[in-house]
């Protein structure tokens, strides 16, 4: 008899973190929405200070300077 009674409570344990475990789930998945939505809204990710300015000195103009023709 106390075989059963104690597989009784591991069952009910078991099934007590079932339940905890989906709250969390469910409180995860809503915050991974929220943080999408955020960045969404937000747009494009901020590069940062240093990234930016790096970038700016690497990068090569957008549009090409004209040629000079010598006659």
Aim: charged share 40%; hydrophobic share 40%; proline share 4%.
């Amino acid at each position: 008899m106390a075989k059963v009674l104690k597989f009784k409570e591991v069952s009910s344990d078991v099934e007590h973190r079932m339940k905890e475990f989906e709250k969390i789930r469910i409180k995860f998945k809503a915050d991974v929405k929220k943080a999408e939505a955020k960045k969404a809204v937000a747009g494009k990710e901020g590069k940062g200070l240093l990234k930016s300015i790096s970038d700016f000195f690497a990068d090569s103009p957008k549009t090409p300077a004209k040629p000079v023709v010598k006659k």
